[in-house]
């Protein structure tokens, strides 16, 4: 079973958005008795609050809901429990490392690290690019699935 947790700053935006996405398409291929995944935020800013209606409305689109999902905050023990550590962008994986005391195997990556154009994906709560930040988190997740199934 590998278990992926997707990190971004608040965990309303980005995070969500990667986890129900890359939740649907492990589901579509049958595989979610080998892989699963959650979402937290480096920060305690949005703690406890729903998430951000611009992602609701983007997965919606997709068919996807994100029904009951509320922001946590990412802990030191996320790092023992998880396989993999996702960010979105070079100052979430930073402040992951902070979190987490450093990354000894190699753990924490940015989600469109898997893709063939590593890059930061921006977080539509500042651009309010909401069609922009899900189209590189589709690229990024089917790219990280792509990863774990030949591995």
């Known amino acids: 079973m590998k278990k992926i947790l997707f990190v971004c700053l608040g965990n309303i935006c980005r995070s969500p958005m990667a986890e129900f996405i890359f939740r649907d398409m492990v589901k579509e291929r049958g595989l979610e008795d080998e892989i699963i995944c959650a979402s937290?935020?480096?920060?305690?800013?949005?703690?406890?609050?729903?998430?951000?209606?611009?992602?609701?409305?983007?997965?919606?689109?997709?068919?996807?809901?994100?029904?009951?999902?509320?922001?946590?905050?990412?802990?030191?023990?996320?790092?023992?429990?998880?396989?993999?550590?996702?960010?979105?962008?070079?100052?979430?994986?930073?402040?992951?490392?902070?979190?987490?005391?450093?990354?000894?195997?190699?753990?924490?990556?940015?989600?469109?690290?898997?893709?063939?154009?590593?890059?930061?994906?921006a977080d539509p709560w500042y651009t309010g690019n909401f069609d922009l930040t899900c189209q590189d988190i589709l690229e990024g997740c089917d790219a990280l699935l792509e990863h774990l199934m030949n591995k």
Do not use: F, W
Request: aromatic share 4%; glycine share 10%; charged share 30%.
């Open 40 to 121: 937290a935020a480096t920060s305690n800013e949005e703690y406890g609050n729903p998430v951000h209606p611009g992602t609701r409305r983007k997965l919606q689109e997709l068919g996807i809901s994100c029904s009951g999902k509320t922001a946590r905050t990412m802990t030191r023990q996320d790092y023992a429990e998880y396989d993999l550590l996702i960010g979105m962008e070079t100052r979430n994986i930073q402040n992951m490392k902070r979190i987490c005391g450093g990354d000894p195997k190699g753990k924490i990556l940015r989600l469109l690290d898997y893709s063939g154009r590593p890059r930061d994906i």
